[in-house]
C-alpha cells in the first residue's frame, strides 16, 4: 500500500468520529436503521451462518447482526483505530488485518455471507477483480456478497469519489456485473440506497426522495429519448452478488 494512503487510514476513523463528535455507541446506533434493513432485506434466515464482514470499521454491521440473532460473524480491518472501537462495543470476533492477506488463508466455500461496504472504491482496478474471485471462492455454494459502494450513475458522483483521498474509483450496475460475471458469480441483483422510512422524518425524506428521483428519470428521458425506470441515482448502490441460486 502506497505509504500516504496507510497514514490517512491510520487515523481514518478517528479524523472522521472527531468530526462528527461521534462515540462508538452514537455511531453504531446512527447507522443502526441501514444495517437492520440490509439484515432484514439480505440475510438468509438461517441464524447460525457464516459472516464475513471485510473492512468492517468499527464493527456496527456485525454489532446489529448479533442483536438479530446472527452470532458467526467475523470482521476483518486494517485500522487500529477501528478494531479498538468494536472491543468497545463487545465485539470480540474481529481481526486487525489486510482483507486480501485474510480472504488468501481463508478455505474454499468457508463463508456463507461476505458483506463488503464501502469497501471497493478504496481498491485499484488491480485489485478489484481478485477481489471478487477470492469472494467467490470463500463462499459457499448457496452464499451471497453484499456490496456497499459509490454509484457512478449518480448525478452526486464528484461529491462522493472526490470527498476522500483514499477513494480510487466509483462503480455502476454495468461495470459491477461485469465484475462479478466474470469471477464467477451466478448473478447480481442492485438496489437504491434510498432513505428509509423509519421515523416520521424519514418518511418524509422517502417521499421527497421519489420525487427527486423522477426529476432525474425525466432529465435522462430528456437527453436519450430512452425511459430508464430502472436507473438508480443514489449517492451509493447496493448489490447482492449470488455464488449460485437465486435470491427469492
Known amino acids: 500500500m502506497r505509504s500516504w494512503k496507510r497514514k490517512l487510514y491510520d487515523h481514518y476513523q478517528s479524523h472522521r468520529c472527531q468530526a ?3 462515540t462508538p455507541f452514537e455511531e453504531v446506533e446512527q447507522k443502526g436503521p441501514f444495517y437492520k434493513n440490509i ?5 438468509p434466515g438461517e441464524k447460525n451462518i457464516r459472516i464475513l464482514d471485510l473492512g468492517c470499521g468499527s464493527g ?4 446489529w447482526a448479533a442483536r438479530a440473532g446472527y452470532a458467526c460473524g467475523t470482521g476483518v480491518d486494517g485500522s487500529e483505530e477501528q478494531i479498538a472501537r468494536a472491543r468497545v462495543l463487545g465485539i470480540s470476533q474481529i481481526v486487525q488485518g489486510d482483507v486480501f492477506d485474510y480472504l488468501n488463508m481463508l478455505p474454499a466455500s468457508s463463508q456463507d455471507v461476505v458483506v463488503a461496504f464501502d469497501v471497493l472504491e478504496h481498491l485499484s482496478r488491480d485489485q478489484v477483480f481478485p477481489f471478487f474471485e477470492n469472494c467467490v471462492r470463500v463462499l459457499s455454494k448457496n452464499g451471497r456478497l453484499i456490496i456497499h459502494t459509490l454509484n457512478g450513475e449518480s448525478p452526486f458522483v464528484g461529491r462522493m469519489l472526490f470527498g476522500d483521498l483514499t477513494h480510487e474509483q466509483a462503480f455502476t450496475r454495468f461495470s459491477l456485473g461485469q465484475l462479478a460475471a466474470a469471477a464467477g458469480f451466478a448473478d447480481i441483483h442492485f438496489f437504491e440506497d434510498s432513505p428509509i422510512p423509519d421515523s416520521f422524518k424519514n418518511c418524509i425524506r422517502a417521499l421527497l426522495w421519489k420525487a427527486i ?3 432525474f ?3 435522462v428521458y430528456i437527453e436519450t429519448g430512452y425511459l430508464a425506470r430502472g ?9 447482492v452478488a449470488e455464488a449460485s441460486s437465486t435470491i427469492p
Do not use: D, E
Not at 439484515?39 to 440475510?43: D, E, F, G, N, T
Not at 456496527?60 to 454489532?63: D, E
Not at 436507473?231 to 448489490?239: D, F, L
Open 39 to 43: 439484515i432484514k432485506r439480505h440475510l
Open 213 to 215: 428521483r423522477a426529476v
Open 20 to 22: 462528527l463528535k461521534l
Open 217 to 219: 428519470i425525466v432529465a
Open 60 to 63: 456496527a454491521f456485525l454489532y
Open 231 to 239: 436507473n438508480i441515482y443514489s449517492q451509493n448502490i447496493m448489490a
